[in-house]
């Protein structure tokens, strides 16, 4: 796998040349952990949910503690 200019380091699959699949994904996630940075809302967290809803288990770091927690309620 190499990172291609054109998509800003996303790391693409060289074989298609596309960014990975949330398929593709999933099938690395079993046993794994996951940390998503800014994990507690917006983006961060709609990755998290995702990620969740895929079978990682997910570490969420966030700069407000508050939202963290929120987020994990």
Known sequence: MTAN????GVRVDD???????WDQ???SLDRSVTVVAGGARG?????A?????LGARVVILDIDPHRVSAATS
Do not use: M
């Not at 983006?43 to 990755?47: C, D, I, L, M, Q």
């Open 5 to 8: 200019p054109n998509t800003r």
């Open 15 to 21: 074989t298609l040349n596309q960014p990975f699949t």
């Open 25 to 27: 994904i999933a099938t």
């Open 43 to 47: 983006a961060g967290r709609a990755v």
């Open 49 to 53: 949910e995702q990620l969740l809803s």
